[in-house]
């Protein structure tokens, strides 16, 4: 292994919906180098970066490393150095031991982010994958950097087409309306919902119905990109 | 002073409007700890944090320690990791001689922006502003760093009213029509300017016409911040 930069670090928060719930990828502090301190504290996918290591190559490195997953986009999001961070004292002491016994006094974490459909292929042995709801104690300061993350998605979720990567290429306005309850942690009127979707002639109702289903079959739906760019366009200039 | 950190650094790049042209603040690399190598670079307001400071505290210090500068907002935009970043050597040079000879290979630095007015009072002796259009070779990647601070302002001016806090609290759409040319670098004719900013209602005309100019006076507005919240209530919202 190359030496390691003790100074700086790379976290991944990554969301995944698994067309219930908002959950983010954890895994056990316990796994990376062997060592097994007391407890079983949850952790980011993340690790101190190395001496001649480019950041955003850092963040997908680890993140293959410690969970087995690649092809996820990356985001930087924010900077993390508060200069206490590196507490309890018990955390901090399993880092300087699966370091090797590193000098670490202060760690910098560029934190990225990503939001993913969340599939299968995505749940590899090492990786646990947990309800943002009700998140247990993290390390240092992981429930902060996720909550961070979770304020991002919120608002990007409110102002661009991010619902669109979650849903299946036909969907029913219902699952369009799931996915924006779970992210958001709240709940809309199903009428006033689909209301508001009415204008949008971005969202192509299709030829077909939803198949398999023991309540009547509602009508699918296709997000059309192009239209959208279009609306975008019109909407999105402040003036210009 | 306390003792440096010598991985980590802080950048501003504050932005300045002086009514007619886009400037960077910009503080000569000599005036740092009166050491003089040769050359006359010029470089962002920054510096090595110290060991125990938090981020942006470092920020907002550095800031009026090198320029005067205080009670401007500053907001974590960006950081900058590349592992070659401190090139050429002769900066490299500049910047350990000026820390006493600290040992620095690697450093990442945290960078902060924020647009102001410029006025009088942000002239300070140590501040050099320069237009953004026609920089010089600045140190390290500072070029970059400001290249992309002015990519994000730009974004930010077509989705958000950040040009009213270039503008006086009265003004024609002149001068708006001058913040947008030399902001986003782009001429716009004014006719269709106009126009698009007829169905703005949070532009409200006053009962006053321009003063003390030798051209037919032209009309005063006041930007109306509620109306402008429930215009973009409206429209900001992807969906929801």
Redesign the interface.
């Known amino acids: 292994m190359p030496a390691l930069?003790p100074?700086?670090s790379v976290d991944c928060v990554i969301l995944g919906f698994d067309s219930k719930e908002l959950k983010v990828l954890l895994i056990e502090r316990e796994h990376i180098n062997g060592v097994s301190p007391e407890g079983h504290k949850l952790k980011l996918p993340g690790s101190l970066i190395y001496?001649?290591?480019?950041?955003d190559k850092s963040a997908y490195r680890t993140l293959f490393e410690l969970t087995g997953l690649r092809d996820i986009f990356l985001k930087?999001f924010?900077?993390f150095?508060?200069?206490n961070r590196l507490s309890p004292q018990e955390d901090l002491d399993w880092l300087r031991k699966t370091t090797n016994n590193y000098q670490i006094?202060?760690v910098?974490t560029?934190a990225y982010y990503s939001l993913i459909k969340l599939t299968e292929s995505n749940r590899t042995p090492k990786t646990i994958w947990y309800p943002v709801k009700n998140l247990p104690d993290l390390i240092f300061d992981h429930n902060q950097i996720i909550k961070k993350a979770l304020e991002i998605l919120r608002n990007e979720?409110?102002?661009?087409?991010l619902?669109f990567e979650l849903l299946p290429k036909k969907f029913t306005i219902r699952q369009m309306h799931d996915v924006?309850e779970a992210i958001?942690d709240e709940s809309?009127d199903s009428r006033n919902?689909r209301k508001?979707?009415k204008p949008?002639k971005f969202l192509v109702p299709l030829q077909e119905k939803e198949k398999g289903v023991n309540h009547k079959p509602a009508q699918l739906y296709r997000f059309d990109r192009k239209l959208y760019f279009k609306y975008n366009k019109k909407?999105?200039?402040?003036?210009?």
Request: hydrophobic residues 40%; contains cysteine; glycine residues 6%.
């Open positions: 930069n100074h700086i001496k001649n290591e480019d950041l930087q924010a900077v150095g508060n200069p006094d202060r910098v560029i979720i409110r102002s661009k087409p619902c924006y958001l809309f919902f508001k979707l949008l909407r999105n200039g402040f003036i210009l």
